[in-house]
């Protein structure tokens, strides 16, 4: 995924074009949240949920709640916390601890020895051929040559994937 240029004038905190269907949604989903359906309505289009996976890469905070429609019935609304010093491009192959937990890694002992970082789920899409990942049973897989299901999550809760990363020294 390439990452947005939020410099450029005429484009959102989060480097879209203004006034864009992504811009909206983002807009939508920094202004208290919305659900898909607020979304479609307003972007007279599709839920421009995949944009919460190029905000998430970003640095910044995504979050889903419960809330209400107009009709009282209750539906996911998503939200988006802005973080005002966002990440550029992540460079994986020299993360160290610190800045694995920064983006949200999660330490999982393999053994005495080994300790690998899950990855949160939002990254899967994020992943660049040729990096080593490894699986919570000890097994070393390459992105692009194995085929890595972003469906296959931790059992430790929802949001991690059984893979991860060894932290660079």
């Not at 309505?41 to 944009?51: I, K, M, R």
């Not at 107009?70 to 609304?77: D, E, I, N, P, Y």
């Not at 899409?125 to 390459?142: A, E, M």
């Amino acid at each position: 995924m390439a990452f947005k240029d939020r410099n450029k004038p005429g484009h959102d905190q989060f480097g879209f074009k203004l006034g864009s269907k992504k811009s909206i949604a983002c807009e939508m989903y920094v202004d208290g949240g919305a659900s898909s359906e607020d979304v479609r309505q307003q972007t007279g289009g599709g839920t421009q949920l995949q944009v919460l996976y190029e905000v998430a890469a970003q640095g910044h905070r995504v979050y889903k709640k419960n809330g209400f429609n107009m009709w009282r019935h209750t539906v996911k609304l998503y939200h988006i916390e802005v973080n005002p010093d966002p990440i550029g491009k992540i460079r994986y192959r020299s993360l160290k601890k610190a800045d694995m937990e920064q983006l949200g890694f999660k330490p999982y002992a393999i053994n005495a020895l080994a300790t690998i970082y899950l990855f949160p789920k939002y990254l899967y899409r994020d992943l660049p051929r040729g990096l080593n990942v490894y699986t919570i049973f000890g097994g070393r897989y390459v992105v692009g040559d194995e085929e890595l299901s972003p469906n296959t999550t931790h059992r430790s809760g929802e949001g991690y994937l059984e893979f991860g990363l060894l932290p660079s020294e």
